[in-house]
C-alpha cells in the first residue's frame, strides 16, 4: 500500500468495464466517506497511474477533495504489461465485487476485450461468466 496525491491518478475510460460511473453508487460512496467510512484502496497500475479498480470511490475522493487534489489517498500499486493486461485485470475485479456487471457492461467489455486482443475464454474466464452466457452477450 502506498499513498499517493488524486492529481497523480489517470481515470482511463478505455480500460473501464462498465459503460458508465453510476450516479447513485457515487452519491452512497460519498455519504459513506463523509460519516467517516474508510474505503479499500484503489488498484492502480504503477507504471501510468492509470486506475485499474476503484472509479466510483475515485470519482467520491475527486469531489470529497475538489479543492485539494493534492490530497493523497491509498493505493496499490500493481504492474502490468500492457493495456490488454490492464483490462483483464479491471475486468476479473469489477466482475466479483462491488456493483454487479450489467449484461450491457459485459457486452461493452467483450468489445474492449477484443480489441485488446483478449481471446474469448479469457473474458470468460475474467468476466466469471459461462459459454452459454457469452453466446447470448455476443
Not at 103 to 123: M, N
Request: contains cysteine; glycine residues 4%; hydrophobic residues 40%.
Amino acid at each position: 500500500m502506498k499513498k499517493i496525491p488524486l492529481s497523480a491518478l489517470v481515470m482511463d475510460f478505455s480500460l473501464y468495464p462498465r459503460h458508465q460511473i453510476d450516479a447513485g453508487t457515487v452519491a452512497r460512496l460519498a455519504d459513506a466517506l463523509e460519516a467517516g467510512e474508510a474505503f479499500p484502496p484503489i488498484i492502480v497500475c504503477k507504471q501510468t497511474k492509470k486506475v485499474i479498480d476503484g472509479f466510483h470511490r475515485c470519482t467520491v475522493y475527486q469531489r470529497a477533495y475538489k479543492d485539494d487534489p493534492e490530497h493523497a489517498i491509498e493505493v496499490e500499486l500493481q504492474e502490468y504489461e500492457n493495456d490488454a493486461a490492464r483490462f483483464a485485470d479491471a475486468l476479473a475485479l469489477n466482475s466479483r465485487h462491488g456493483t454487479k456487471l450489467t449484461p450491457f457492461d459485459l457486452a461493452h467489455c467483450i468489445v474492449l476485450a477484443r480489441s485488446f486482443g483478449l481471446s474469448d475464454e479469457e473474458v470468460m474466464s475474467k468476466a466469471a461468466i459461462s459459454a452459454r452466457k457469452y453466446k447470448e452477450l455476443v
